[in-house]
């Protein structure tokens, strides 16, 4: 792991809100899963519109194509276009492949400005978005797909803050000595959850996964109750923060009773539900490969 180092200039809020516009348009992907998330819960989004929806970027198709073909969805036969694809499955499994192609997309970078690489990057996303579609199946507190999303894009606004730090000459990195939160607030004026909901807001993605990321590190602080923003914040409080083991992560001990309660878990539940997401992850892991 890098050594810490502070940068020469540091950057302003303004210098990395501009990164999080540019970065805005570095691909239309984000656009098209928040186009189809919206369409998942009209009554009139069919899978002949979704088609027509991801065919817009070339490179999204091809992923959606490699994940169809791939181990993890079985489908035991080549499949050769997004609409066969897209049939095979069904519109609800077909939303959660292109939830995969989305945020494998945004996680195909190294953090370098927080000692993460892709890999882990995009592991640690796809188990809080495991995890969340489990506590959401467990406790009907919201759409298990929803959810799911809610906990892959989590961690979207590093992606902003990361480019934001190497634009103005990197050399700035979380070691992990200090909360995450506490470290971006300190060197950069806003946190990663903020950044996130300034990304899914330009992005257009519904209002309650905005809330969710907006209210993430502080839940009762928004004006309006958020199931999301409350479970990413339990899973916050469960899952190791810096995922040093991201391959093999442990149940933290110590558990919010302040989520617990209301949503009829109980603490060997919720280790009942991580070692189900945790063996979901190795399986995903082995046999979704493109």
């Not at 990395?16 to 570095?26: G, K, P």
């Not at 969805?73 to 609409?83: D, H, R």
């Not at 467990?138 to 799911?148: F, I, L, M, Q, V």
């Not at 916050?236 to 995922?243: G, I, K, Y």
């Amino acid at each position: 792991m890098s050594t810490a180092h502070t940068l020469s200039l540091k950057p302003s809020p303004e210098q990395l809100q501009q990164a999080i516009r540019r970065m805005e348009h570095f691909s239309p992907a984000p656009r098209i899963l928040a186009r189809a998330l919206v369409m998942m819960r009209d009554d009139r989004g069919d899978l002949l519109s979704l088609a027509e929806l991801i065919r817009g970027d070339p490179a999204l198709s091809a992923d959606i194509l490699r994940i169809a073909n791939s181990a993890y969805f079985g489908i035991g036969l080549m499949v050769e276009s997004v609409e066969h694809a897209l049939h095979t499955i069904g519109y609800r499994e077909a939303t959660r492949m292109l939830n995969l192609a989305v945020s494998r997309s945004l996680t195909h970078i190294n953090l370098d400005s927080y000692c993460i690489t892709a890999e882990d990057f995009w592991a640690e996303s796809l188990f809080n978005g495991l995890f969340m579609e489990t506590l959401a199946n467990a406790t009907g507190g919201a759409d298990p797909a929803e959810a799911y999303t809610a906990g892959l894009l989590r961690y979207v606004g590093r992606l902003a803050i990361n480019r934001g730090i190497e634009e103005l000459g990197g050399g700035l990195y979380w070691i992990g000595t200090e909360p995450l939160a506490i470290w971006e607030q300190k060197n950069v004026g806003f946190t990663h959850s903020q950044a996130g909901t300034m990304l899914l807001e330009h992005w257009h993605f519904p209002v309650n996964l905005i809330e969710g990321c907006r209210g993430q590190e502080s839940p009762a602080l928004l004006r309006k109750p958020s199931w999301l923003a409350s479970a990413l914040y339990f899973a916050a409080s469960v899952l190791p923060q810096d995922f040093d083991q991201v391959f093999n992560p442990v149940l933290t001990p110590t558990v919010n009773s302040d989520f617990l309660h209301p949503n009829g878990l109980t603490s060997d539940a919720v280790a009942t539900l991580f070692t189900e997401t945790h063996a979901n992850f190795l399986k995903m892991r082995e046999r979704f490969t493109y």
